[in-house]
């Protein structure tokens, strides 16, 4: 099993940054890749972006790509994801994932393991 617990969400104008955490704990050993997904309400849950763990090979939706950035610290365990230049569709529950399977589907949802409790994200504009 892997625990994850996010951290860093909140209100923030548009324009402005913020800084996601994910820390991991548990059979982290286990896990091949990481990515951050959100779910907007009345929306479905969408991949934003994704990480392999050993090699840090980065992904990223096409929305996000130039103003979000994913990283690890893999002696802290901790996914991060840097939120720049923020815009009010931005708004949403940002979760953090694992899979312990390859790199097939990183972008998918459903081939994630694990998964954290969502922390909210809200673009004023």
């Known amino acids: 099993q892997v625990q994850l617990v996010e951290s860093g969400g909140g209100l923030v104008q548009a324009g402005g940054s913020l800084r996601l955490s994910c820390a991991a704990s548990?059979?982290?050993?286990?896990?091949?890749?990481m990515g951050w997904f959100r779910q907007a309400p009345g929306e479905d849950r969408e991949f934003v972006a994704g990480?392999?763990?050993?090699?840090?090979?980065?992904f990223y939706a096409n929305s996000v790509k130039g103003r979000f950035t994913i990283s690890r610290d893999s002696a802290k365990n901790t996914l991060y994801l840097q939120l720049n230049s923020l815009k009010s569709e931005d708004t949403a529950v940002y979760y953090c994932?694992?899979?312990?399977?390859?790199?097939?589907?990183?972008?998918?949802?459903?081939?994630?393991?694990?998964w954290g409790q969502g922390t909210q994200v809200t673009v004023s504009s």
């Open positions: 994932a694992a899979k312990s399977s390859g790199p097939v589907g990183i972008v998918d949802m459903s081939e994630y393991d694990y």
């Open positions: 548990g059979r982290t050993f286990r896990t091949y890749a």
């Open positions: 990480i392999t763990w050993n090699s840090g090979n980065t």
